[in-house]
Nanobody, 124 residues
Framework: QVRLVESGGGSVQAGGSLRLSCAVS????????LGWFRQSPGREREFVAA????????YLAVAVEGRFTISRDIAKNTFYLQMRRLEPEDSAIYYC?????????????????WGPGTQVTVFP
């Protein structure tokens, strides 16, 4: 059974940093694209970042490019979203996700597996 669980969410002041973690079980990193989506109140859920099956290529949304990075640790069965220079607009529930598909396909429905989400709040 595949299970994804996020941790590391919380509250931070604008300009600060947070690192989200996603602990994974029942899924091989070598055969899945891993990623993050987010959703804030009144807005559609949106793609944030993804890392490919080999772990040597990443794809980030324009809104977070240069501020967020995605990485993974196979030995720990965990992948991460490092968020820097956070802005109030980054406040959202963040979901870790996984799929068999293509890295740059960012359609929500293309992702098979989802964590329950973790809240990130950025204060002005």
């Amino acid at each position: 059974q595949v299970r994804l669980v996020e941790s590391g969410g919380g509250s931070v002041q604008a300009g600060g940093s947070l690192r989200l973690s996603c602990a994974v079980s029942g899924l091989a990193f070598s055969s899945h694209v891993l990623g993050w989506f987010r959703q804030s109140p009144g807005r559609e859920r949106e793609f944030v970042a993804a890392i490919n099956r080999r772990g040597d290529d990443t794809y980030l949304a324009v809104a977070v490019e240069g501020r967020f990075t995605i990485s993974r640790d196979i030995a720990k069965n965990t992948f991460y979203l490092q968020m820097r220079r956070l802005e109030p607009e980054d406040s959202a529930i963040y979901y870790c996700v996984a799929k068999h598909g293509v890295l740059r396909e960012i359609v929500e429905a293309s992702y098979n597996y989802w964590g329950p989400g973790t809240q990130v709040t950025v204060f002005p």
